[in-house]
């Protein structure tokens, strides 16, 4: 088993920087391909960006493209997504998401794996 917490969320003015964490408990952290997704109120949750196992290899939404970065420390056991650049359109609670790298996460585009670990998610606000 592999529990996720999230960390950094926060209310910030549009333009500014906040830097989300993802601490992971368990075994095997170095293994697994993590992703971060967010959930606006009243709509659908979808994929922010994702990372596999090494960090060598990263993707991201189109939304979130040359603004956000994603990256991971597996000696801490975690992942982090730095968020620059923030519009309000950002606003969302904010969830990472892991799965060992299995023969499904290699055969899987790094924004379709189907996560089987979830975070309790964190608030981002972006004011105008």
């Known amino acids: 088993q592999v529990q996720l917490v999230e ?7 549009a333009g500014g920087s906040l830097r989300l964490s993802c601490a992971a408990s368990g075994r ?21 960006a994702a990372i596999n196992w090494s960090g060598g290899s990263t993707y991201y939404a189109d939304s ?13 056991k975690t992942v982090y997504l730095q968020m620059n650049s923030l519009k309000p359109e950002d606003t969302a609670v904010y969830y990472c998401a892991g799965r060992y790298t299995d023969a499904v996460v290699v055969a899987t585009p ?19």
């Open 7 to 13: 960390s950094g969320g926060g209310l910030v003015q």
């Open 28 to 48: 095997a952290f170095s293994s697994y391909a993590m992703g971060w997704f967010r959930q606006a109120p009243g709509k659908e949750r979808e994929f922010v």
């Open 64 to 76: 979130v493209k040359g603004r956000f970065t994603i990256s991971r420390d597996n000696a801490k």
């Open 110 to 128: 790094l924004a379709r794996i189907p996560y089987d670990y979830w975070g309790q998610g964190t608030q981002v606000t972006v004011s105008s």
